[in-house]
């Protein structure tokens, strides 16, 4: 499937949120979250989509983007290519309901037909889509919102442990956090986050960011205990660092995803798919997960 297709194709989920007029705060934060999740999407693809979702398009550019799907989507592997896309989205959600699967169906049919009245069904199934995220979000700002986007930020600044003040000291954190969130999932695959994993977490906290001590113990503590009870966010997580972070910094950290995964009984099947999962999802080169693997001994990644 050539690139031209699939960067259409999220585009043309963009264009469908709009269709009903203005997109409030909370419903393109929404819709970022779920077009993030388009694994296929590159990095500057992204950042191409992401003024999509920011300015509502003119009716010459939607009705362009809706015809260059139609028509590049005439084959069974396309179609079932868009249908795929609009599933995984759905069930990121996390809440795929009856109703919505028949929504999809009508796109299916609609594309299947020549995709000639293509807006409409897919109208309905993002209205639908949007009103049920953004009804799970807070209705406050502030502490609210942070939980929501970065829980373990939310804990450092609710426990007193940073200010929450904005400033480079904020800045420096968040990017810390979302970091110190990935490397606790990798970490708490197997049986939980070890002592060594989190020994392991410190040394990084501490080189990358310059963080010791109870700061530190702090953060990890909130990583490890939010990853264990399942209430890390993946999209969040790496949306959140992939939007602050440059396409070396993110590189470099997939080598620290490994060294955490190495701390304790050497590399498992399971890290190194989910952190080619990360990799994937920081819109990185497969080249970059592979480098990075190889920084791994062979006999610690049990021949992988």
Excluded at 85 to 101: I, P, Q, V, Y
Excluded at 216 to 240: F, M, Q, W
Excluded at 284 to 304: M, N, Q, S
Aim: proline share 3%; aromatic share 6%; net charge negative.
């Amino acid at each position: 499937m050539n690139r031209t297709f699939i960067l259409d194709l999220a585009k043309l989920m963009a264009v469908a949120a709009w269709a009903d007029g203005e997109l409030s705060n909370d419903e393109v934060n929404a819709l970022k979250e779920l077009l993030f999740s388009v694994d296929e999407v590159t990095g500057a693809e992204w950042r191409e989509i992401s003024i999509l979702l920011e300015k509502k398009p003119s009716p010459e550019e939607a009705d362009g983007i809706v015809a260059r799907v139609a028509s590049q989507a005439k084959s069974k592997q396309a179609r079932e290519m868009v249908v795929k896309a609009l599933e995984r989205l759905f069930e990121s959600d996390g809440d795929f309901s009856a109703e919505e699967k028949r929504m999809l169906r009508d796109v299916e049919a609609e594309l299947e037909s020549g995709g000639g009245n293509l807006m409409a069904p897919l109208k309905n199934l993002f209205g639908g889509l949007l009103r049920h995220r953004t009804a799970k979000m807070p209705k406050t700002e502030s502490n609210a919102k942070l939980h929501r986007d970065n829980v373990v930020l939310f804990d450092l600044v609710s426990s007193g442990a940073i200010s929450g003040e904005p400033g480079p000291e904020m800045e420096k954190m968040k990017k810390a956090t979302l970091a110190a969130g990935l490397l606790a999932l990798v970490a708490g695959l197997d049986s939980g986050v070890s002592e060594e994993e989190k020994h392991a977490i410190a040394d990084i906290l501490a080189e990358a960011w310059g963080l010791s001590g109870e700061l530190s113990k702090a953060l990890i503590n909130s990583a490890a205990e939010r990853a264990e009870k399942g209430e890390l966010d993946y999209y969040r997580l790496t949306r959140g660092y992939f939007e602050i972070s440059t396409m070396d910094e993110r590189s470099e950290f997939i080598k620290l995803l490994f060294r955490v995964a190495n701390a304790s009984e050497g590399t498992c099947l399971d890290e190194i798919e989910e952190i080619a999962r990360v990799a994937k999802s920081l819109k990185l080169p497969h080249k970059v997960f592979i480098d990075a693997k190889l920084t791994i001994p062979r006999e610690d990644r049990k021949g992988l």
